[in-house]
């Protein structure tokens, strides 16, 4: 007989490759969600009609355990003419059928219905799941949309908007099926209007609408329910980082030294700027990284000697120390609070092209990216070992794009930056999405008490601490940087729970890294 000892059960979590405890959520488009249907049917020959009783079924469920039986409650579902509809008008007939006060309500045309959704309409007929015309809205205590699935490719306007308005006035539980009516499954922009809903049962995976914002306040809870569609071909290129994730992050060996978990050099800090090496550097240390030394200009030294004695301090830049130094670290975080001026430019310039010769891991941030934004001639010395961390307005400086248009393709952008640079890119947003070009990792941790100063500072030393943990390409330096992300970031949703999100300093999130690691 074979027992579990702690040595094997702590890979088992460490791996990543063996069990669902450890598998990131496979994240799809619309398109893509349409092709696994459609291989789901052709490959398993499992009808239409299964897979939206199924559906139906699931969603059921979830609402069973949100309804009070003895209470008196009242639910209408809304169904379109799509098979969101169909989804909708299977759920009404289960419910009537165990007891529930149902009501249906059409708010698609029922000349335009599916083929599957006009046989779900004909099957509640002939039940006589009951239909109303002219909803009371304050009258029901649930609220369930079935009118647009992911296949919604238009702005909502017209009758269909003033139901989804009404919707989101009453006063009740709302629940949408799938995706809320009105997000784009693609990219979760609004289609002129969209439902409001506290829950979300989505069926099989994830929609990138679901994961990114606004689409991701406006679903609420989300419950992903299996209903027997799979990647069977193994298609997904985008993925969700959960807090569970973080039990890939691996565990140090017994027989390690300092040296063993990252030799870690900041490049950072200016005259009066010495915050963002202090914060950097100290992150990177509560991350596990063994040594840290802070490469600053002279008047840095004596404050960060006080605020961090743990790290060492250079102050020269002279060519023999940076021999030094570079030859003593294994990776570099480079840019914060360092400035923009002439010293600034060649302390980027020298640490891009020693990192770029020995191929060095190097983490760009803050002013580091500005320069480069300045510099075009200094990409030449990117490429796989550097990891870029742009907020929105760095990317616009990095690629001349708006905003706001950043912000509505923050995915695409980032991957399309990530493969013509030959860099992993972290585009830090109120989602940040993680890239080398080709896998697209979108964080599910982290609040708007982050925004504040100093919490990409921490971001970039915790990827050097994250980074130090790994050995011989233990993962690939995107799942790496995915998972520093997903720290990073769990660490402020601990820090926001302890305190108030409008309360939270950068130095909050680099407490939280410890319970977050625990």
């Not at 002439?342 to 803050?366: G, P």
């Amino acid at each position: 007989m074979a027992f579990i000892t702690n040595e094997l059960l702590q890979q088992f979590f460490i791996s990543g490759d063996k069990g669902k405890a450890t598998e990131v959520k496979k994240v799809f488009d619309c398109g893509q969600m349409k092709d696994l249907d459609r291989q789901t049917m052709e490959y398993y020959g499992i009808p239409s009609c299964v897979l939206m009783e199924r559906a139906a079924l699931q969603t059921v469920e979830q609402m069973r355990g949100r309804m009070q039986k003895f209470l008196p409650e009242k639910i209408l579902v809304v169904c379109g003419s799509g098979n969101n509809g169909g989804d909708g008008l299977a759920i009404a007939r289960i419910l009537f059928l165990e007891g529930w006060d149902v009501e249906v309500f059409l708010a698609g045309n029922p000349l335009k219905m599916t083929e599957e959704t006009r046989r779900q309409y004909e099957i509640a007929l002939r039940y006589q799941v009951p239909l109303t015309n002219m909803p009371r809205w304050d009258e029901y205590t649930t609220i369930v949309d079935a009118i647009f699935g992911i296949g919604l490719k238009r702005k909502i306007e017209g009758s269909c908007a003033e139901t989804i308005g009404n919707m989101n006035q009453a006063s009740c539980r709302k629940i949408a099926v799938d995706i809320p009516s009105g997000i784009s499954g693609d990219d979760g922009s609004v289609q002129g209007t969209a439902f409001q809903a506290d829950l979300t049962v989505t069926f099989a995976y994830l929609k990138k609408g679901l994961c990114l914002y606004p689409g991701r306040k406006y679903a609420g809870e989300i419950v992903t329910a299996d209903i027997g569609i799979s990647d069977t071909k193994d298609t997904a290129d985008c993925y969700l980082t959960e807090s569970q994730d973080l039990g890939m992050l691996p565990q140090r060996i017994p027989e390690g030294n300092k040296g063993t978990f990252g030799k870690v050099l900041v490049e950072a800090g200016s005259e009066g700027m010495c915050g963002a090496a202090y914060l950097c550097a100290a992150a990177a240390f509560r991350a596990g990284a063994g040594m840290v030394m802070i490469h600053t200009v002279p008047e840095n030294r004596i404050p960060l000697q006080i605020l961090l004695p743990e790290a060492m301090v250079s102050c020269s830049f002279s060519e023999e120390e940076y021999e030094r130094i570079f030859a003593w670290c294994d990776r570099i975080v480079a840019g914060p609070g360092i400035g923009k001026d002439a010293q600034a430019q060649e302390r980027i310039l020298n640490v891009l092209k020693r990192a770029s010769q020995e191929k060095r891991q190097l983490i760009l941030d803050a002013d580091g990216l500005n320069l480069l934004a300045q510099n075009l001639s200094w990409r030449q010395y990117l490429g796989p070992h550097v990891t870029v961390t742009p907020h929105p307005g760095e990317m616009s400086r990095l690629t001349g794009k708006k905003i706001s248009d950043i912000r509505e393709d923050l995915a695409g952008t980032a991957a399309a930056f990530a493969a013509e640079s030959h860099t992993v890119c972290v585009l830090k947003d109120a989602v940040t999405a993680v890239t080398d070009g080709k896998t697209v990792y979108l964080s599910g941790t982290g609040n708007a008490g982050m925004a504040t100063a100093g919490s990409g500072d921490v971001l970039a030393g915790i990827l050097a601490g994250v980074y130090g943990m790994f050995r011989d390409e233990e993962r690939s330096l995107v799942k790496q940087a995915a998972l520093g992300v997903t720290l990073h970031g769990r660490a402020g949703d601990l820090a926001s729970a302890h305190s108030d999100m409008r309360c939270i300093k950068a130095e909050d999130i680099i407490d939280a890294v410890r319970e977050a690691l625990r």
